[in-house]
């Protein structure tokens, strides 16, 4: 009797369900399915074969059809509104999602399955420790493109996972019922492993083998907006190190330079520093501030928005830095800068309104300034995370 599509236990449940995305996979889909059931009645598993369709104009729905697959539609346009159409209808306790063009063979998921049954919540296909046949992996993206952003998603999420954005990978259903998945194009890959870390999740990896893919089509995958969107999205994620850092970095230098000069010229070997380098340094001071606050803005949607990961942090900043708070500090920034430019503006006057001598003037104008800017920007972005928090207790 040949493998069904569908297996039940005694129970009448299914154990594992296989989630394929499918656009247009009529050439290879069969071959995916056919390995599937393979690995349902070597290893006596309890599952279920979902294609999630997502706008396909072949044949693919009538082949999955007619070799016992469900078929569900994905309505929303994109690889991860894809598997998350194919999760949210998949009935299995552990689902397991790879693409179907036959790239992946779905008889090396049951090790994955087996992480599983062991206690891992998420259990990903590693391509770098197991093996890339010739002509199945481009050049760029096996040795520039995949390993870098895998690089990077290991340093700003200290994951280690050894290849972020594998096509075979498994996990519960009850971690991607917690994950809250958001994302609908190819950064789903990315977003699956970010969440799965910052939650504290126990993620397995099992090397697997990547084949040439059985299409004579082009695929779906667009090296560089592909690349670009998983870089913006790792990116994004994490502005402690894109932002927050690199503004506090730059805010903390320029600032102590500010104040240096603001009781003076500094004579560096053969140069000088005066009031031009002055200015310089009450640029950076403001644009490294505005790095910070946007990087907490930042921070405060992606949680609130539940695209990125949770941050325990956070609520409890929201208890010391009141929106209050950020007044008071604003208002009292904003009026030590304004009686700065205010003395100057006086001493103008009794000048008569004359030329004024930069030399003496500008020192206090442009701390004056800065420090008016800075309080500024405090007042809106309190009333900006104000309004997150909100956002936050209401939900």
Not at 76 to 95: K, N, P, Q, S, W
Request: charged fraction near 20%.
């Amino acid at each position: 009797m040949p493998p069904a599509a569908e297996v039940l236990d005694m129970n009448g449940s299914v154990e594992v369900s296989f989630v394929m995305p499918c656009l247009d996979e009529a050439e290879t889909l069969a071959g995916c399915i056919e390995a599937a059931k393979r690995c349902i009645e070597r290893n006596r598993l309890s599952a279920e074969i979902v294609v999630a369709d997502n706008g396909s104009t072949d044949d693919s729905r009538e082949i999955a059809r007619r070799m016992g697959a469900r078929v569900v539609d994905a309505t929303v346009r994109g690889y991860g509104a894809a598997i998350m159409a194919g999760f949210e209808a998949a009935r299995g306790r552990y689902l397991v999602v790879g693409d179907a063009d036959q790239s992946y063979d779905f008889e090396e998921a049951f090790p994955m399955i087996e992480r599983l049954r062991d206690g891992a919540d998420v259990c990903m296909g590693s391509r770098f420790e197991g093996r890339i046949e010739p002509g199945a992996m481009p050049w760029l993206h096996r040795w520039v493109g995949n390993p870098a952003l895998s690089l990077i998603g290991r340093v700003l999420f200290r994951s280690k996972i050894s290849d972020f954005h594998c096509g075979l990978r498994a996990l519960t259903k009850d971690t991607f019922d917690r994950l809250r998945l958001r994302t609908t194009g190819m950064e789903f890959a990315s977003e699956l492993v970010v969440k799965a870390t910052t939650l504290g999740c126990r993620i397995d990896e099992v090397p697997i083998t990547l084949r040439p893919d059985g299409r004579s089509r082009r695929p779906h995958l667009r090296s560089f907006p592909d690349g670009w969107r998983h870089l913006r999205f790792l990116t994004t994620l994490s502005p402690r190190f894109t932002l927050f850092l690199p503004g506090l970095l730059l805010m903390t230098i320029a600032g102590a330079l500010l104040l240096r000069l603001y009781a003076g010229p500094l004579t560096l070997g053969r140069a000088t520093l005066d009031i031009h380098a002055m200015q310089l340094a009450a640029l950076a001071v403001v644009v490294g501030y505005q790095a910070v606050t946007i990087a907490i803005a930042a921070r405060i949607f992606a949680v609130s928005e539940e695209i990125g990961p949770p941050a325990p942090w956070m609520q409890r900043a929201f208890v010391v830095f009141t929106l209050e708070r950020g007044i008071v500090t604003g208002v009292l920034l904003a009026l030590l800068g304004l009686r700065l430019i205010l003395g100057e503006a006086w001493s103008w006057f009794d000048d008569g309104f004359g030329p004024l001598a930069p030399e003496r003037t500008m020192r206090p104008l442009l701390l004056g300034s800065v420090l008016t800017a800075l309080g500024t920007q405090t007042l809106m972005s309190s009333f900006l995370y104000s309004m997150f928090g909100i956002r936050r207790r209401h939900d």
